[in-house]
């Protein structure tokens, strides 16, 4: 190897004519940050009120603009290894409202918790945007994280990893890997504790079955949205310890163990969330063995193929 050559190895894969995997992910991660960056000051420029959906289209298309150019420019790849599914999306979201519906079920049947007034009982006069307005805000959540973690994190920690130990551990390791960085990414969300960042990485892990069985996202997107839909705005737990929204279809106290219902973080906190996991892990390999039929890996997340060279 040659003098230039030793320098350049930390920053520049040389078999695959791209930069390194570490800098890639930094890159991106500054493309992002500098797009949101330009989003807010024109949104400033225009005279346009700042706002919480606002705040959430904005990231929006900060991320989903950076890894899309991300993608082109740095991976050298297509936005997507599989066509985007809307079919799947909607039953998607219907396999994570049935999750939240099970969670809810189970919790009110054993008594921790009490329903204080509801949008069909309302303890005062109310308006359903709220809870209109959160679907909007959560469909942004749902697209955004899928996204950036098993659209754009997963394939490329696979593809990394597949020359070391094999395309098939390396899509299963990134698999993982992007299931951890997901849990690890909400332990600054209030209320956040151990159990619960364990319980969101296996959220990951459950989510991430879309790309590592079809390779797309779609379901993914449409379980993510439909979870944190049903969780927050109409059973009326908390989402991962926040709140976006100032209304919910059942407005509740809890008083069982936080251990079952995950407290003020709400169920993904608590073994609710497991069995709620698990209901929605079974659910999508069903509808991937419905619409597909026999499971696979996507093996082809792991695979590199450049759509252009420098």
Same mark, same amino acid.
């Given at each position: 190897?040659?003098?230039?050559?030793?320098?350049?190895?930390?920053?520049?894969?040389?078999?695959?004519?791209?930069?390194?995997?570490?800098?890639?992910?930094?890159?991106?991660?500054?493309?992002?940050?500098?797009?949101?960056?330009?989003?807010?000051?024109? =949104?400033?420029? +225009? &005279?346009?009120?700042?706002?919480?959906? @606002? *705040?959430?289209?904005?990231? #929006?298309?900060?991320?989903? $603009? !950076?890894?899309?150019?991300?993608?082109?420019?740095?991976?050298?790849?297509?936005?997507?290894?599989?066509?985007?599914?809307?079919?799947?999306?909607?039953?998607?979201?219907?396999?994570?409202?049935?999750?939240?519906?099970?969670?809810?079920?189970?919790?009110?049947?054993?008594?921790?918790?009490?329903?204080?007034?509801?949008?069909?009982?309302?303890?005062?006069?109310?308006?359903?945007?709220?809870?209109?307005?959160?679907?909007?805000?959560?469909?942004?959540?749902?697209?955004?994280?899928?996204?950036?973690?098993?659209?754009?994190?997963?394939?490329?920690?696979?593809?990394?990893?597949?020359?070391?130990?094999?395309?098939?551990?390396?899509?299963?390791?990134?698999?993982?890997?992007?299931?951890?960085?997901?849990?690890?990414?909400?332990?600054?969300?209030?209320? =956040?504790?151990? +159990? &619960?960042?364990?319980?969101?990485?296996? @959220? *990951?892990?459950?989510?991430? #079955?879309?790309?590592?069985? $079809? !390779?797309?996202?779609?379901?993914?997107?449409?379980?993510?949205?439909?979870?944190?839909?049903?969780?927050?705005?109409?059973?009326?737990?908390?989402?991962?310890?926040?709140?976006?929204?100032?209304?919910?279809?059942?407005?509740?106290?809890?008083?069982?163990?936080?251990?079952?219902?995950?407290?003020?973080?709400?169920?993904?906190?608590?073994?609710?969330?497991?069995?709620?996991?698990?209901?929605?892990?079974?659910?999508?390999?069903?509808?991937?063995?419905?619409?597909?039929?026999?499971?696979?890996?996507?093996?082809?997340?792991?695979?590199?193929?450049?759509?252009?060279?420098?």
């Amino acid at each position: 190897m040659t003098i230039a050559g030793m320098i350049s190895w930390p920053f520049y894969n040389r078999r695959e004519r791209r930069l390194r995997l570490w800098l890639r992910f930094t890159l991106t991660g500054v493309l992002i940050y500098a797009l949101d960056v330009a989003l807010l000051a024109a =949104a400033a420029a +225009l &005279g346009l009120a700042a706002s919480t959906p @606002a *705040g959430f289209v904005r990231t #929006l298309l900060a991320i989903s $603009t !950076g890894v899309l150019l991300a993608r082109w420019l740095l991976d050298r790849q297509k936005p997507h290894a599989a066509p985007y599914a809307l079919r799947d999306t909607a039953a998607g979201f219907i396999i994570g409202g049935i999750a939240q519906t099970v969670i809810f079920v189970t919790a009110l049947a054993a008594g921790w918790l009490h329903i204080d007034s509801s949008a069909f009982a309302p303890a005062s006069g109310g308006s359903s945007l709220p809870i209109a307005q959160a679907l909007g805000i959560y469909t942004c959540v749902g697209i955004y994280e899928e996204l950036a973690v098993r659209g754009y994190l997963l394939p490329n920690i696979a593809q990394s990893l597949a020359r070391l130990i094999g395309a098939r551990w390396a899509l299963l390791a990134a698999w993982l890997l992007s299931a951890f960085i997901f849990g690890a990414a909400h332990l600054l969300n209030p209320h =956040a504790s151990t +159990l &619960g960042t364990l319980l969101i990485a296996g @959220a *990951g892990l459950m989510l991430g #079955l879309s790309p590592l069985l $079809t !390779g797309s996202i779609s379901l993914a997107v449409g379980v993510h949205i439909g979870w944190n839909w049903f969780m927050g705005a109409v059973y009326g737990f908390a989402v991962s310890g926040t709140r976006v929204n100032d209304g919910s279809v059942f407005h509740i106290t809890l008083s069982g163990s936080e251990l079952w219902t995950g407290g003020a973080f709400g169920p993904e906190a608590g073994i609710l969330g497991i069995i709620g996991i698990g209901i929605a892990a079974l659910l999508m390999v069903l509808w991937i063995r419905k619409r597909r039929g026999a499971l696979r890996l996507a093996g082809e997340l792991s695979e590199y193929k450049a759509i252009w060279y420098i």
